[in-house]
């Protein structure tokens, strides 16, 4: 079971400097070891729930909303937005809320831009949980847009009719296309089958397809891909090869990796080439779990994993 629920009892905005402004909470214990929860997506933005992944009575929890993310402004904005920009970020709002050293903890994308902090801030870290690993390459984005779709083969071929465009080209970069340009319309449906493909994958098994109820939803949805299809275009400003080049200077830093057995969204094998890279760190593949952090077994795996770090 998740941690009860919790309000924040601190939250504001941190200017950049160059036009973005970063919504960011704090909850749990104001005493406790700080930990830093980085979202996925990327463009995901922060949940409610996820105040609910560590112990409150142990942990001083910080979310943030990423650039162009959530609650952050402006909502969708790809200017000056990279993951050079996040980890200054990152830094940046260490520095402001007074925080001397933290655990920093991410899944997927946010497992990614958690390896590539710690690397530039090590002496800010007093250690990493990563879950459910995105390695941010051509692999994982080929896995995610062409290989995935022998599994789900209508629910494939129902995202690669969303995205038009020339068929020469590859799935990935029509649906980026449709999601970056100006045809709203055409940027819908786009997310819309995006969203639909994501849920099939994460569930196991075909998902129907989402319905927006209002224009503020569309909205919110809308400036999230867009985000996201700015990253994964880029390879996140990362790539495989420097990821794990990244993950390799971690040295003694204690990092756990997590990744559900059964996760379809990013596969297994990605935990195990962060663990080749990072020397000493812990392995665990989580039996019952897919990619989503809120199953019970993950959830278990999470709280054992922060446990030592609140002794």
């Not at 809308?222 to 040295?251: D, P």
């Not at 997590?258 to 665990?284: P, Q, T």
């Amino acid at each position: 079971m998740p941690f009860p629920t919790i309000e924040p009892w601190q939250s504001g905005w941190l200017e950049t400097g160059d036009g973005h402004a970063l919504h960011h909470e704090q909850c749990g214990n104001p005493q406790g070891l700080p930990v830093l929860i980085l979202h996925g997506g990327p463009g995901s933005g922060c949940s409610p729930r996820m105040r609910q992944l560590f112990d409150l009575a142990s942990f001083r929890i910080v979310l943030f909303d990423q650039r162009g993310c959530g609650r952050s402004t402006p909502r969708g904005e790809c200017a000056h937005n990279t993951t050079v920009d996040l980890v200054a970020d990152i830094e940046r709002l260490r520095r402001h809320l007074g925080v001397e050293r933290w655990l920093v903890t991410g899944g997927s994308w946010g497992a990614a831009l958690a390896v590539a902090y710690a690397a530039a801030h090590r002496e800010a870290c007093v250690g990493a949980i990563l879950r459910g690993i995105f390695l941010t390459g051509p692999a994982d984005l080929e896995w995610f847009f062409v290989g995935a779709g022998t599994l789900f083969p209508q629910a494939w071929r129902a995202l690669d009719e969303a995205a038009p465009g020339d068929r020469q080209r590859g799935l990935a970069d029509r649906l980026f296309d449709a999601v970056l340009g100006e045809d709203a319309i055409v940027a819908t449906e786009a997310v819309r089958r995006w969203m639909q493909w994501e849920a099939t994958l994460d569930g196991g098994s075909s998902a129907p397809l989402p319905e927006f109820p209002d224009a503020g939803t569309q909205t919110a949805l809308l400036a999230k891909y867009r985000v996201q299809a700015h990253y994964l275009r880029h390879r996140c400003f990362l790539g495989e090869t420097h990821l794990l080049e990244l993950a390799a200077t971690l040295g003694s830093l204690p990092v756990a990796i997590l990744h559900g057995e059964k996760d379809l969204v990013c596969r297994v094998d990605n935990a195990r080439r962060l663990h080749r890279a990072v020397a000493g760190s812990r392995l665990r593949i989580v039996a019952e779990a897919g990619h989503n952090p809120f199953a019970p077994s993950m959830l278990q795996a999470l709280a054992e994993a922060a446990a030592p770090f609140s002794d």
